[in-house]
């Protein structure tokens, strides 16, 4: 693990918005994918130091717990961990490091984040999730909030979205 501070972060990111323009959100999230193994890696290493269980091995709740402290004290900020519509993982937080609210985002903007939670939570359970933001402080949203699922999910939330439908009915409507 590298650590790199927040204002450098916000820097890079706004270099790639300004000079990247729309290949600015694949390329961070990419960048996110790519560091999922050496977070959970950490996340492994910070549960072993604490005396705790491996991660995919502990209860819940005992893991919404841990997560929420290891997030915190490396710096991205609190989370809490849930489901919606027992077919996605929700990630929230209302002090999301990766968010900028001074930008005014007409989308949700924490792509970084969206790869690398994907990658992260894919490996604690043992499949391949996809992430979606839904909502973002960067927009002016209390809270960002993430989605995570299958692939399928997560498409069939998205082409809801672009039509107008919000993220909760998109995933009622699946059911």
Request: hydrophobic letters at 45%; glycine letters at 12%.
């Amino acid at each position: 693990m590298l650590g790199f501070t927040r204002d450098s972060f916000a820097a890079l990111r706004s270099a790639l918005w300004r000079d990247a323009g729309a290949n600015a959100p694949a390329w961070l999230q990419e960048a996110g994918y790519a560091g999922g193994a050496s977070l959970h890696q950490a996340f492994t290493q910070w549960c072993a130091s604490k005396g705790l269980q491996v991660p995919e091995s502990l209860a819940a709740g005992e893991f919404q717990q841990r997560a929420n402290e290891f997030f915190g004290e490396i710096g991205w900020g609190s989370l809490a961990v849930s489901t919606l519509h027992d077919s996605v993982m929700t990630i929230d937080s209302g002090d999301w490091s990766e968010a900028d609210p001074a930008s005014a985002m007409q989308f949700p903007g924490c792509y970084f984040s969206s790869g690398l939670l994907a990658d992260f939570f894919g490996r604690i359970a043992g499949a391949p999730l996809a992430a979606t933001e839904v909502e973002c402080r960067s927009m002016g949203h209390a809270r960002c909030r993430f989605l995570l699922g299958s692939a399928e999910t997560m498409q069939h939330v998205y082409d809801g979205m672009t039509q107008g439908v919000d993220y909760d009915s998109a995933l009622a409507g699946m059911a």
